[in-house]
């Protein structure tokens, strides 16, 4: 699996930013898919994720209510819906995925990774 992120830009406290990530390979839908992030100076960080097949979600508690991720299999993207951004969400996003996840928080879970996107947010 081959995934590129995208989305990622300058925007003020209070906007609204969506990620996307295209997967390459026609199995995306058996996946675990996930957003994490990295700060300056940061572990990269849990963000949000599918379990396989998209029957449940999870957020890390400092997005609950502003992010929401969701994916479109017929086009083999993720998304990451971020609203009411805050200063403190700037940081590099990356998407991963793997087949199999137990853990979806933790990043040595996921094999394949993309790129990563930046996102700044101005106070």
């Known amino acids: 699996v081959q995934l590129q992120a995208s989305g990622g830009g300058l925007v003020q406290a209070g906007g609204s930013l969506r990620l996307s990530c295209a997967a390459s390979?026609?199995?995306?839908?058996?996946?675990?898919m996930a957003w994490f992030r990295q700060a300056p100076g940061k572990e990269r960080e849990f963000v949000a994720a599918?379990?396989?097949?998209?029957?449940?979600?999870r957020y890390t508690d400092s997005v609950k209510g502003r992010f929401t991720i969701s994916r479109d299999n017929a086009k083999n993207t993720v998304y990451l819906q971020m609203n009411s951004l805050e200063p403190e969400d700037t940081a590099v996003y990356y998407c991963a995925a793997d087949p199999h996840v137990s853990n979806l928080e933790s990043a040595n879970e996921y094999a394949y990774w993309g790129q990563g996107t930046l996102v700044t947010v101005s106070s």
């Open positions: 390979g026609r199995t995306f839908s058996s996946y675990f």
């Open positions: 599918f379990c396989r097949g998209g029957f449940c979600t």
